[in-house]
């Protein structure tokens, strides 16, 4: 069984950054593209950017260069580096394969307030 999980998540200001951590049990990064999605709440879980197992990425246009996902396989590790947020990017920040069919982790809270 898939675990995963995510971490990193904190409170920061307006044009601040957070890094976040996602740690997975089991060889499933070599195979597999995976994503970092978000849930704000009263909002349904949405795709923010992904990443194949050949490194290339894609992100929701609310991110595009301002978010950066990455990976490394040796470590078994997802990461997104994510700079100059808004107030718009508060929620829990959850990663999964990019067809979001592992069991979903405990997410991590990030929320950008001044």
């Known amino acids: 069984q898939v675990q995963l999980v995510e971490s990193g998540g904190g409170l920061v200001q307006p044009g601040g950054s957070l890094r976040l951590s996602c740690a997975a049990s089991?060889?499933?990064?070599?195979?597999?593209?995976m994503a970092w999605y978000r849930q704000a709440p009263g909002n349904q879980r949405e795709l923010v950017a992904s990443?194949?197992?050949?490194?290339?990425?894609n992100y929701v246009d609310s991110v595009k260069g301002r978010f950066t996902i990455s990976r490394d396989s040796a470590k078994n590790t997802v990461y997104l580096q994510m700079n100059s947020l808004q107030p718009e990017d508060t929620a829990v920040y959850y990663c999964?394969?990019?067809?979001?069919?592992?069991?979903w982790g405990r997410g991590t809270q990030v929320t950008v307030s001044s």
């Open positions: 999964n394969s990019l067809r979001g069919n592992y069991p």
């Open positions: 089991g060889s499933i990064f070599s195979f597999k593209a």
């Open positions: 990443i194949t197992p050949g490194h290339s990425a």
